[in-house]
């Protein structure tokens, strides 16, 4: 019994052998199909180890009662060596409590794996492309992004532990009107620099980034890209500090910045920007435990044909009109809330364009499903991708959006305040700065995505049982610290006679501690499905609890060496289960703390 869920799956065949058994002796129909039941675990051990609904499924197709039937399969189970007792609850659970010597097996299961303990087998799941963070590269990376980052990397690593092939994407969003504004804010903030003093816009980017970058920018360009006040100002539109429209000033001062720079100068200012910001949002996510295999460039989308290939296939499906000289794709067909245009009146494709190229090029690269994980203010994006997916001749159920609230810093009780466009908030590298990668990671993921999280960075901080990462890390590194003592005090330690031992690990502790490790690729498979890294969060905890319990419960180097091999191994054991579990959150397993 080694693959993932063993002995789930050893129980559903215990099952399914008794419904084969009750049809070929005519006890159930023979045409009677296997439904889709399930063996979970049970909410709590006075119940057995786990339940399964299938009386309950097959009563109304048999016309019996639930319990006269689980009264029939229970008798008709095959004898196991994993199961002690079966008995039958409430209204018809056939509830199933396992032989020790199977329970004990997860502590060898456990030392067999290693790294691999809670992992399905490499390449059994689907080909997946998960695409997170992908915030605009016109700055720092903030808090915000940091929530996303954790929640999207614990995913990945989930889905990869859950069998998947993954692929973990950053779009690039290199072709936007953002990033415009990012390049003349740079251009203005160069001119400073060179003695030309420019009214900086209402609208620009203020922060001390900006002026490194125009730095890096006049160190190459020297004053190649310098032109006098007036040329840039003249004739602009007014500021809203003028009195006038911020909107239009800074796409006023854009075109400008194009006219004076011409094709080539322009470029060189825009990607001075798109370099600088790239370049530190990459280094920002290695600092915080983050890789992506692709960073994918919108500005791709045009030259490699994919939003012209989707408009063409949108328009030989029969989805797209004209109106008013813009092309439209019949989204409300598809359950969108309005149209959608793809086309400007000008001959300009638009931002929902480059959407239906980004998902139909996710697909012709050979994924077979595609996770997008976004900020809760794009939900309106969820409808409009399954229509896109729909009108593109995709499997709509094959695209999913994953929400993700914010996050809220609290300092000393107090709400910590943040604006981007002012450049006064706060990056995720003053984060990872003030509480630390792990606890960073771990903070973030503690919650379900779709819930709003208050982080407390005093708790984050502080060295206590109450912080949850300090808690687990200090279990990981308090069975470091029992190895070490054994050393000290001359004692020995031998995995072999750890594995012939463990019918010595009697006490209650001790079995609450071994079921905790049991459950560990059950827990993986549940977080990786419901895309739920809160699932590990949570369990760690409860493993970290089940072994704090156990060490203070009793003396583990004990002259006795059968008992101190047995007790060291469940402890090794544990020290394994954290660390795989950890690993996934992309938080460190230490050896001292």
């Not at 903030?142 to 092939?165: F, P, T």
């Amino acid at each position: 019994m080694e693959n993932k869920n063993a002995v789930k799956d050893h129980l559903r065949e215990l099952v399914a052998q008794a419904l084969l058994d009750l049809r070929r002796h005519g006890r159930l129909p023979q045409d009677l199909p296997t439904p889709a039941f399930v063996v979970e675990r049970t909410k709590s051990r006075e119940h057995g180890d786990y339940a399964s609904n299938v009386a309950m499924l097959l009563a109304k197709p048999t016309g019996m009662k639930p319990r006269e039937l689980a009264d029939l399969l229970v008798a008709s189970l095959p004898a196991s060596q994993h199961v002690e007792k079966v008995a039958i609850a409430g209204p018809g659970f056939i509830n199933f409590t396992l032989a020790r010597g199977c329970r004990l097996g997860t502590i060898r299961r456990v030392f067999e794996l290693g790294k691999d303990y809670g992992r399905a087998p490499e390449g059994s799941g689907e080909s997946v492309t998960v695409e997170f963070v992908s915030a605009n590269p016109n700055g720092p990376l903030h808090v915000g992004h940091g929530r996303g980052a954790a929640y999207g990397a614990s995913v990945a690593s989930l889905l990869d532990a859950a069998g998947h092939r993954v692929q973990r994407e950053y779009y690039v969003n290199d072709a936007g009107r953002q990033m415009d504004i990012l390049a003349v804010s740079v251009w203005l903030r160069y001119h400073e620099l060179g003695g030309v003093n420019v009214r900086f816009p209402d609208n620009g980017y203020k922060g001390e980034y900006v002026v490194d970058i125009a730095r890096g920018l006049r160190a190459k360009a020297g004053d190649g890209l310098r032109h006098n006040a007036i040329e840039i100002t003249d004739g602009l539109p007014p500021d809203e500090g003028q009195g006038g429209d911020k909107e239009s000033h800074v796409d006023g001062l854009i075109a400008r910045a194009k006219q004076l720079l011409g094709e080539a100068g322009y470029r060189q200012v825009f990607d001075a920007g798109l370099a600088w910001c790239l370049g530190d949002i990459r280094e920002d996510l290695a600092g915080f435990g983050v890789n992506h295999d692709n960073f994918f460039s919108e500005r791709s989308l045009m030259t490699e044909g994919y939003v012209d290939r989707a408009i063409k296939t949108l328009d030989e499906q029969g989805h797209l009109y004209e109106q008013e000289g813009a092309l439209w794709f019949r989204a409300t067909s598809f359950g969108d809330d309005k149209d959608r245009v793809v086309r400007r009146e000008n001959g300009v494709t638009t931002y929902f364009a480059s959407d239906l190229g980004y998902l139909l090029s996710k697909f012709e690269r050979g994924f077979e499903r595609a996770i997008y994980i976004f900020g809760a203010d794009h939900h309106g994006y969820v409808a409009r991708l399954k229509a896109a997916a729909q009108g593109l001749g995709l499997d709509p159920s094959k695209i999913e959006v994953q929400l993700v609230q914010f996050a809220i810093l609290f300092r000393g009780g107090e709400r910590v305040q943040m604006s981007t466009r002012a450049g006064s908030f706060v990056t995720l590298r003053e984060l990872r700065e003030e509480v630390g990668t792990d606890a960073a990671r771990f903070f973030y993921v503690m919650r379900g995505n779709d819930q709003h999280l208050d982080f407390d960075l005093d708790l984050a901080k502080s060295r206590s049982n109450e912080n949850p990462v300090y808690y687990i890390q200090y279990a990981h590194a308090r069975v470091c610290s029992l190895f070490n003592q054994l050393a000290e005090r001359q004692m020995s330690y031998n995995r072999g006679a750890a594995e012939a031992a463990r019918q010595r690990l009697v006490e209650t502790h001790e079995d609450e501690l071994v079921d905790e490790l049991m459950r560990f690729p059950e827990v993986v498979e549940a977080a990786a499905l419901g895309r739920a890294p809160q699932i590990v969060a949570n369990y760690l905890r409860e493993v970290a609890a089940a072994f704090h319990a156990f060490y203070n419960a009793q003396p583990i180097l004990v002259a006795d060496e059968e008992l101190r091999n047995a007790r060291l191994g469940l402890a090794k054991a544990t020290q394994q289960v954290l660390a795989n579990g950890l690993a996934l959150l992309g938080v460190s397993a230490p050896e001292k703390m």
